[in-house]
């Protein structure tokens, strides 16, 4: 089992993706987490150099997750996409998004346990170029849930605020 770090200073608890945090009496909406590394290479079975998610900086449980990937050209796909112009192919930005989507999905308590795989993807579209010194921000929000064993998201991928990918990404949960 994993660990949050709570974001707020103010907070007095540190609180398990399978169990909701207390309840705020001052407000409905809950304090952002983040998931360091190290938590997520508990989360997720992806080792390098196919682990592409930094960092998740705002996490709620059940609902979304938002995760960095820093792109540097020290990355090993960079060698042949391209030696003369290095753009990050798109399907490790899905990829990217995908994991952040796993995230979100083996962290639902009534999900069953098991690996969380990429399924299908509807209405990507690519828009901008990804190249080493960006960073991308991969928003994931969980549209639905069917007999506990698939998912459906809806995921985007930005650089300084511009849109470069969209997707929406269904998962399913194998034993």
Known sequence: MSTLIDVNPDAQT???P??????????????????????IQKLLPHRYPFLLVDRII??????????????TVNEPHFQGHFPHRPIMPGVLIIEA?????????SNLPDVDEGLCMLAGIDKARFRRPVVP??????AVEL?????????????????????????????????
């Open 97 to 105: 998004m995908a994991q952040v989507g796993g995230i979100v999905l």
């Open 14 to 16: 540190v609180s398990s």
């Open 18 to 39: 399978h169990q909701p945090p207390p309840a705020d009496e001052t407000t409905a909406a809950q304090p952002s987490r983040i998931i360091t590394i190290e938590e």
């Open 58 to 71: 705002d996490y709620v449980p059940g609902k979304s997750a938002v995760g960095i990937k820093n792109v």
């Open 143 to 175: 549209l639905t849930i069917k007999r506990r064993r698939f998912g459906k998201m809806q995921a985007r991928a930005e650089v300084d605020g511009r849109l470069v990918t969209e997707a929406e990404l269904m998962f399913s949960i194998a034993d």
């Open 133 to 138: 010194g960006d960073q991308l921000r991969i």
